[in-house]
Structure formats: C-alpha cells, structure tokens
C-alpha cells in the first residue's frame, strides 16, 4: 500500500501533480478533509489489495481543518499505517504571475493584496514543509517536467532502497539551494564565461563541458565527487532517507555548475539509482559561468 499526501503552496502545482498520479493509477482525491483521513486509510487496507495506490491533495483550502493535518497523520501512524509527504513550493515572483496569468483569487488574499497571501501561507506551511518526504520547486519546471519528477519519484524502479538522487545546479549570485542535503562549490574551476566563444552557451552544449573537463583539476574533483557519493548514498538509505538533494554551485549557474551535475547525474544513472537533474538559474542572466 502506498498512501502520498500531497500539498504545498497554492499555485505551485498540486493540480498538475494528483494528474499525474491519476496517470500513475493512483487512487486520488482533491482537497480531502484531513479528519477523513484516518477512516479513509483504514477502508483503503481493508480492500484486499483493490485499493493500494492512493494520492490525496490536502491544503489550505480547507481551512482550520486544514491545521489537523498532522495530528491526524500521526493517528494514522499510531494504527500502523505508513504514508509519504510531497511539498510542493515556488518563489513569490513565480506565484504572482501564475496567479495573474490565470486570475484565480489567492485563498489567502480574498481581502488583501495576492503577496502578502502567499507569504501568509508560506509561513503556516513551514512546519509541514519540514516534516515532508520530498520537496519539489515547480519554479522553472514546465508542466510536463513536472509530470516527469513525479514519474521519477513515484514509478521508478526501487533499486538501492528506491532512494531518489536530486542533482541540482545553481548559481550562487542566486542564492544557495535551500534544501540541499550536499552543497559543492565548483567556482575554483576554470570560468567558460571568459572565453568569448563560450559565454553566450550554457554545460548543456558540447563545447563548454569540453571545455571545463579538459583540466585536471576538473577531472581529480569530479572522481573524488563522484566517489564520496558512491560512498554515502548506501549510508543514506540504510539510515532510511528516501530523498537526497545535491546541490552544485558555479557563480551564475550557467557554465561549471550545469557541466559537473550532468557529469554525477551520468555517473549515479550508470550505478543504478533513482535520479533526476535540474538547472535552476540556466535561464537566468546568462554571465558570471
């Protein structure tokens, strides 16, 4: 039996992702009143097997029973039931728009401006934020790469203890990964953004990895790297961590830090694990490497 609750921000993605899982052959079901969840669970194990994929939107729509969330999650773990948390978040600027795009009414901000809503709910979801088994930024994610990392999460296959690795690369002008489990710094590596030739591309063109893997500094860190993860990952799954975020940092996110991610992702897909690759900030100011 698999039950996964999903909820996070309005207007990061909740809708797309219980589709999703409707594609899956999840049992799903859109804003259930967290009280109900306990009775639900328990007609679910009590099917003989024909209900045993379940997904659940649980949000602020609901209200102040939207604060018994966790106590009755806790009573579902108490009658031996086990279940998994998806958070979905975005940042401000990329709620506005979508709020703007569609003009839908921020449940929070009915009275008031859309902004402040959201960081209303940004800061009544912290603590389910924390306690959640996988946090997804839909930020830069188009619908149908949403649609992917769900796929990824949810329907691959469970080798190694069916851990998901999140490869991710930023750029520190942007700020660090806030959720990264490992953060390297690649900014000691030879700069692409230098080379007049390579500036305007990103790691995801052929000729900027040549580029940054033809030193030997690139390629001692990447084997050291890619060995200290090795290393870690079954320390990881062993202690029961079902989600693990590497974040790889260059200055702007563009050259280095896209380049030695695709290199780990390639690296953790060959060893067998459960991985997807993100690039937060390649569509951002295009400088700094």
């Not at 306690?131 to 997804?136: F, L, R, S």
């Not at 990392?149 to 469970?158: C, H």
């Not at 694990?273 to 400088?287: A, G, P, Q």
Request: net charge neutral; proline share 3%.
């Amino acid at each position: 039996m698999r039950f996964i609750i999903i909820t996070g921000l309005s207007g990061a993605g909740k809708t797309q992702v219980i589709h999703a899982m409707e594609d899956l052959d999840y049992y799903c079901i859109d804003n259930m009143p967290p009280a109900l969840i306990p009775k639900f669970a328990e007609i679910c194990y009590a099917s003989n097997g024909k209900i045993d994929r379940v997904a659940m939107v649980i949000d602020i729509r609901g209200g102040d029973m939207f604060n018994e969330l966790f106590n009755e999650l806790n009573a579902l773990k108490a009658s031996g039931y086990t279940y998994e948390v998806v958070f979905l978040e975005a940042d401000d600027e990329t709620l506005v728009k979508r709020y703007k795009e569609t003009r839908r009414v921020h449940p929070l901000a009915k009275d008031g401006r859309l902004i402040e809503g959201i960081q209303k709910e940004r800061n009544i979801l912290d603590y389910v934020r924390k306690k959640a088994n996988y946090v997804i930024d839909t930020s830069t994610l188009k619908p149908a790469q949403l649609k992917d990392r769900v796929r990824e999460l949810f329907e691959g296959d469970k080798i190694h203890g069916g851990i998901v690795v999140n490869v991710q690369s930023f750029g520190f002008k942007y700020g660090i990964v806030l959720d990264g489990d490992l953060v390297f710094d690649v900014r000691f590596l030879p700069n692409p953004y230098y080379r007049e030739e390579l500036r305007r591309y990103s790691g995801l063109d052929k000729s900027v990895q040549e580029y940054v893997m033809r030193f030997p500094q690139t390629q001692e860190f990447l084997d050291r790297l890619c060995d200290m993860v090795a290393y870690l990952l079954p320390h990881y799954i062993e202690e029961g961590k079902s989600q693990l975020v590497i974040g790889i940092g260059c200055t702007g996110g563009q050259h280095r830090s896209v380049t030695m991610a695709i290199k780990l992702f390639d690296f953790l897909r060959e060893k067998g694990y459960n991985t997807v690759i993100s690039h937060r900030d390649i569509l951002k100011n295009k400088s700094m490497g």
